[in-house]
């Protein structure tokens, strides 16, 4: 297989230098990490929330987990919640639920990147489809994407349990 041809284009036409990677189909970043032997530190992945009826991607490592409160903060909106499957369709067209990439390219979807995902060398991350992905060097993205900047993450290894982190008014998780 080839990743989407929009994200190959993307990148070449802004002159990153990147990887190709195929695997196995996964479905999440973390399994991502594990099938291509990188710690989960480098593995971005992209979560889309609505804040304020607004969508939004979040950028984060896929062993970070996103504290919503957090996100609110950051984004400065009174509400936030995770888009829904119909949503990701409807706002991603071009990309499989739950392998949108994180680079810029969906007009009404700003991207907010966690302090966390700052890390040195390569990050990969999957590129439209569930069997693809690409590995890029993180200044290089960086540089291209100019995300906005926020701390909205724990890690996984020090998270208390869900209990912990309920809505008190919706009785919501707000970590996930």
């Not at 990148?11 to 990188?38: D, G, R």
């Not at 957090?70 to 509400?79: F, I, M, N, P, S």
């Not at 209990?163 to 919706?170: H, I, N, P, V, W």
Request: hydrophobic share 40%; with cysteine.
């Amino acid at each position: 297989m080839a990743i989407s041809p929009w994200v190959k284009e993307k990148l070449i036409k802004n002159k990153i230098p990147f990887e190709e990677v195929h695997h196995s189909p996964t479905y999440t970043a973390q399994e991502l990490a594990q099938q291509e032997h990188v710690t989960g530190h480098k593995v971005a992945k992209l979560v889309v929330v609505i804040a304020d009826g607004k969508p939004h991607g979040l950028v984060l490592p896929a062993s970070r987990k996103i504290i919503l409160h957090r996100v609110r903060e950051a984004l400065g909106a009174t509400y936030v919640r995770l888009a829904s499957e119909g949503e990701l369709r409807s706002f991603c067209t071009d990309c499989d639920v739950g392998s949108t990439p994180p680079i810029p390219h969906w007009p009404n979807i700003q991207l907010l990147m966690d302090e966390s995902m700052r890390v040195s060398g390569d990050i990969l991350f999957q590129a439209g489809t569930h069997i693809d992905g690409v590995k890029v060097k993180f200044a290089d993205w960086f540089n291209f994407v100019k995300p906005a900047m926020g701390s909205f993450t724990v890690g996984v290894e020090n998270l208390p349990p869900r209990s912990a982190y309920r809505d008190d008014e919706e009785g919501e998780e707000l970590w996930f």
